[in-house]
């Protein structure tokens, strides 16, 4: 949501749960900090990096504490460095609270995260691995 | 790949188990959070949403501006016809001359174009009544004056014409109170003393004894109904369907904020109430704006007059009830509107990324609108009784047929539209643009559509009124426009008259005669207040035979003239009944005559019958009452050329000095046609001879008082409405130009040169390169490189301009 700030979007999904403002405020600076983007949080996405940029998404994505995550390319925009970051973070959080990522990419790095890999070709699965 | 590209399904707790996220409940925050977090996404995002908020926001203001005055309206007229009221003359009881009474003509003259009314007066005696907002009256040869009057005679360019034309010292001002619009042009003329007021002699003469009398209306005829509810409705609905497409600008930001909050977890209904709080805070803008436009409007009101027109800001006061009404239904309706179109539309977390061809519209439904209105209105005759029921009927039928108009226009685009093939590259887009997503073009488009339907309807229905109330009459075979001119004062003889008029060097011909009010010395059938009246008009014979048909004339002959209106039938003015009967002396004193003038038919002095200049018994006590004159026997009938020269026709040597003496010099003029400095040069050479002769133009003669009203309020609101579609245009065309911007990135992607794209680069460039190129719609892999290129362009021309 480009109109809201970092922390506002951290807090969008609580807010829509049904959380009073002020905890859903203090927890999503929480997971900003956890992912070590709290410095960002009265700026808009529009003006921090691609990296930043996506852990405040991640964050978002944990905000609520789901049992499933879905994340559709989460390292596409990221260099390589960054792109490790985010997975790191987004795997270790996921671990933490017992979430399950459901990932689709193109890079065979970000694969190697996970612990089930599901190859897509032409619409067709193919052997699954690991 | 999206910005933020991760998607979360939040889980429902466990049965028994503590909610994970934390004491929140299942189905979001109560709706009124919803409702504040579209206003918050609507106002955040800095100076784009801003500008999108300021640009619904002056839409709607533009309507709610107009609606407020529409509510005002009530009030504005109350006022005027108030103020009118009390000028109007109060004649109630007058016998004769007192120390109370006054003499009193009204005043008519077109200057340059600014049309000036008032009252020649003269007062009876020491203690004459006193016309609202004058505190002395003026003596003779003197004059008090509006504002805006005083101006005009100030004025460089017209004021020395104005001041040929009024030539008397200006003794002071009119008041806000004696006038019915601030910038209206209204004098008080006190007679000289040559000026004669005699009553019933020039129209609009009358002896008096104060101002304010009461004004009876006669009920409104039916084809002026149906024009002020033809009126009311075109010029109402075009604000309508202009609010209703300014709430939905920015459409495409919503669909997209919206994606992006479900995809965050909101329902569908979550996502309504969400779009719905956005809408609210655009509504209230629109308020704010509306109420604020129509502030600085009122401010300003008097310095504008609009045909004739103006109004005191005082004046201008929205009905409590109606201004409440309207401005809290603009937010109630436009959120409603909102949730309501919204129930059709799907909005899935990524429906903005997969955007599909949307269904094909339906004809069927949407004709039903247009059909029921027909229905209700083709049955209509305007012959029948139009009570309420008729006029709600109208009223219906013309709302349903109108908004019919709006629901099959966007069917008729897209089938318009889904034929149209390839073209240049800018139509290729703009035909694509249309056929994929076609609703605020339409939305537009549908709202010119109802004014410009509305207008239409609105000409028909007026041509038909027009002919009805507006009789362009007097025009000669050759076209030639008339003017009639009385003069004030019998001492101006004919030959003065005839003179000013060739002196004017303006190529007029003019008949003139001496033309004045006769009435019959004795009562009709015994009843003393009913007396016989007549035009009797003296002139020479050449002059005679141009307004009547004569087989013969010699000096000493005498004719009765009857009407035969011209173009007998459609156009014959109800005021005008063919003549029937010519009375003699012995006739006159029959009470079965009386029945006769009743009817309404019109009766001819004819021969025996005394006739003395003026009316006896409406003013005893006129000097020229002793001017008797008796019809000689030999009076002959004849037919007159036009209905104004009906009555009796005398050559000078049937007819005493004394009688002759007591009419007023009078002259048809044909005026070569399409000049209006022609006219003006005439008006002012007959000024020069005579400056409160009476000048009026044949141009139309108007049959009932309310319809010219009428047709001002209607000029005065389609310019309204008008420049609210301009306006509204204007605004729409910007708020789609930003939505376009999407549009101009692929161009530029492409490598469109930037001088096309000028407009552009303070909007794609003006703070984040990437931003616009990555945040629009570049999500497919194959698009990347352009938008790299996008960027790279953005970036390299803001690096270029510092």
Redesign the interface.
């Known amino acids: ?4 700030t970092c922390a ?2 951290v807090a ?8 009073r403002r002020r ?1 859903a405020q203090r ?1 999503a600076l929480g997971q900003l900090e956890r992912l070590g983007v709290a410095d960002v949080a009265g700026q ?4 921090v990096s ?1 990296g930043q ?2 852990r ?3 964050a ?3 905000a ?11 390292t ?2 990221l260099d390589s460095l960054n792109g490790e970051q985010v997975m790191g973070l987004l795997t270790q959080a996921a671990r933490e609270t017992s979430a399950a990522v459901v990932l689709v990419t ?1 890079d065979a790095r970000v694969a190697a995260y996970s612990d089930r890999e599901v190859i897509v070709r032409d619409g067709r699965t193919q052997a699954p691995a690991g | ?11 429902a707790p466990a049965p028994g188990e503590p909610s ?10 109560g709706p009124l ?2 409702l504040l ?1 579209g206003a ?2 609507m106002l ?3 100076p784009t ?1 801003w500008l999108r908020v300021a640009m619904t926001g002056l839409g709607v203001g533009l309507g709610v501006a107009l609606l407020l005055v529409a509510t005002a309206l009530p009030a504005i007229l109350d006022a005027r016809d108030g103020r009118r009221e009390a000028r109007s003359w109060d004649w109630a009881g007058v016998s004769g001359p007192s120390d109370t009474t006054m003499m009193l003509r009204g005043f008519h003259a077109e200057i340059r174009g600014h049309q000036v009314d008032g009252y020649v007066l003269r007062p009876d005696g020491a203690h004459p009544p006193l016309p609202p907002g004058v505190s002395a009256l003026p003596g003779p040869g003197e004059m008090v004056v509006s504002p805006a009057l005083a101006r005009l005679l100030g004025s460089a360019g017209d004021g020395s014409e104005a001041a040929r034309r009024l030539p008397y010292e200006r003794v002071g001002t009119i008041g806000g109170e004696g006038l019915s619009g601030p910038n209206e042009l209204y004098v008080y003329i006190g007679a000289p003393a040559e000026t004669e007021l005699r009553t019933a002699e020039v129209s609009e003469t009358i002896r008096i004894v104060g101002f304010g009398g009461p004004v009876n209306f006669m009920p409104m005829p039916v084809e002026l109904v149906i024009l002020m509810i033809v009126v009311v409705v075109v010029l109402l609905l075009p604000i309508g369907a202009f609010t209703a497409a300014a709430v939905r600008f920015g459409g495409e930001a919503r669909d997209r ?1 919206l994606a ?2 479900r995809l ?3 329902d569908p209904a ?1 996502a309504r109430l969400v779009a719905a709080g956005g809408a609210l805070v655009s509504a209230l803008a629109g308020c704010a704006a509306g109420a604020a436009l129509f502030a600085a409007g009122r401010a300003l009101v008097g310095h504008f007059t609009l045909f004739g027109a103006s109004v005191f800001t005082a004046d201008v006061r929205p009905s409590p009830v109606l201004g409440a009404l309207v401005l809290a239904a603009v937010p109630v309706s436009a959120v409603a509107l909102t949730v309501i179109l919204l129930r059709r539309v799907v909005i899935e977390p990524l429906g903005v990324v997969r955007r599909a061809v949307p269904a094909r519209r339906r004809l069927w439904w949407r004709l039903v609108l247009p059909v029921v209105g027909l229905a209700l209105v083709l049955p209509l005759d305007a012959n029948d009784d139009f009570g309420l029921m008729r006029q709600a009927q109208l009223g219906t039928g013309m709302v349903l047929t109108l908004l019919g108009v709006t629901v099959l226009l966007p069917w008729a685009v897209e089938a318009g539209v889904r034929r149209l093939g390839a073209g240049p590259t800018s139509w290729q887009l703009a035909v694509r643009r249309l056929q994929l997503d076609n609703a605020s073009a339409v939305r537009a488009v549908a709202a010119v559509s109802v004014a410009v339907a509305g207008a239409i309807a609105l000409q028909m229905v007026f041509a038909v009124a027009e002919k009805a109330f507006v009789q362009r009459a007097v025009l000669t075979d050759d076209g030639l426009a008339r003017m009639l001119i009385e003069g004030s004062t019998s001492g101006l003889d004919t030959s003065t008259l005839a003179q000013a008029i060739s002196a004017a060097g303006t190529g007029a011909t003019a008949r003139v005669f001496a033309q004045g009010y006769v009435s019959s010395v004795d009562p009709v059938g015994g009843d003393p207040q009913r007396r016989l009246g007549a035009t009797l008009i003296v002139a020479d014979c050449a002059t005679l035979r141009e307004l009547a048909d004569l087989a013969a004339c010699a000096d000493g002959d005498v004719f009765l003239t009857h009407s035969v209106p011209k173009g007998a039938g459609a156009n014959v003015p109800p005021a005008a009944p063919p003549v029937t009967a010519v009375v003699d002396a012995a006739q006159l004193a029959d009470p079965a005559t009386l029945a006769v003038l009743s009817s309404g038919s019109a009766v001819l002095a004819g021969p025996g019958v005394r006739l003395v200049v003026g009316d006896p018994s409406a003013t005893p006590g006129d000097p020229v009452a002793e001017s008797q004159w008796t019809v000689p026997p030999g009076a002959a009938e004849a037919a007159s050329t036009e209905p104004m020269f009906q009555g009796v026709l005398a050559t000078p040597g049937a007819v005493p000095a004394k009688v002759v003496d007591a009419l007023r010099p009078t002259a048809f003029a044909d005026v070569p046609p399409g000049a209006a400095d022609v006219i003006d040069r005439l008006r002012g050479a007959i000024a020069d001879a005579d400056p409160l002769a009476n000048v009026s133009t044949y141009g139309e003669v108007v049959l009932d008082p309310r319809f010219p009203q009428i047709r001002t309020a209607l000029y005065v609101g389609t310019v309204l409405v008008l420049g609210l579609i301009g306006a509204s245009l204007l605004v729409t065309t910007v708020e789609q130009l930003r939505e376009r911007r999407r549009v101009l990135a692929v161009l530029v992607a492409f490598g469109t040169r930037r001088g096309t794209l000028a407009l552009w680069r303070s909007l794609c460039c003006g703070r ?1 390169p990437c ?1 616009c190129c ?2 629009w719609g570049w999500r497919s ?1 194959s698009a990347s490189g352009s938008a790299a290129r996008c960027c790279a362009w953005c970036t390299g021309h803001r690096s270029s301009t510092g």
């Open positions: 949501m480009p109109e809201l506002e979007n969008l999904p609580l807010r829509l749960a049904g959380i905890e927890r808009r996405p529009g003006e691609g940029g996506q405040v998404a991640v978002r994505a944990l609520t504490e789901p049992k499933a995550i879905f994340a559709d390319e989460p596409g925009a193109h | 790949m999206t910005a933020l590209g991760v998607t979360t399904r939040p889980s994970r996220a934390g004491g929140g409940r299942p189905g979001g925050a959070a919803q977090l918050r996404l955040a995002g800095g949403a904020q992006a909050v965050l977890g909101a979550m984040q931003q990555s945040a892999g």
